[in-house]
């Protein structure tokens, strides 16, 4: 990976480490809206469709559906998400987008997945799949069979 993109990868990590704090921290509240919220509480799984969005400080999310399952805790439990449709995550410094995004906080790993670009001041990148350790900082940006990872980046 080129010193570059390791950058680039950093700064996604750093600002999409909001992610991996508990949803539940205290004075960091989780805002959510979208037209339509669907809960079931026997099978612990939230729905949220349409003109979905998400906001922590420092962090927003877009979707068109996200699908939050939780655990034995209730909301504040959450074993997983799955984001679809349109997914974008933007921080301060940088934007990244998808069709699909899943975080599971017991790993504390993050995936975008089909058509992932990252944008920020050093350049874009772009790529079938990039995966991020929010607990080692780290991500790999995947090519898919015949395809591959790319870059355009800016000299400053």
């Not at 559906?65 to 410094?93: E, F, H, P, Q």
């Not at 998808?98 to 993050?110: K, S």
């Amino acid at each position: 990976m080129t010193a570059l993109l390791r950058m680039a990868a950093r700064l996604l990590v750093l600002g999409l480490a909001l992610l991996g704090q508990p949803a539940i921290a205290a004075g960091t509240p989780v805002k959510v809206s979208a037209d339509t919220f669907t809960v079931d509480q026997a099978a612990g799984v939230a729905t949220f469709t349409g003109n979905v969005v998400i906001t922590r400080s420092g962090m927003d999310m877009w979707a068109d559906k996200v699908i939050v399952r939780y655990g034995s805790g209730g909301a504040a439990d959450v074993d997983m998400l799955d984001a679809t449709g349109n997914v974008r995550i933007k921080t301060s410094g940088q934007e990244a987008s998808g069709r699909r995004a899943t975080f599971d906080p017991d790993t504390a790993i993050l995936r975008l997945f089909d058509n992932v670009t990252v944008v920020n001041a050093q350049g874009t990148f772009r790529g079938p799949e990039l995966t991020i350790d929010l607990s080692t900082n780290s991500s790999v940006f995947k090519g898919s069979e015949g395809g591959r990872v790319t870059g355009v980046f800016t000299p400053q």
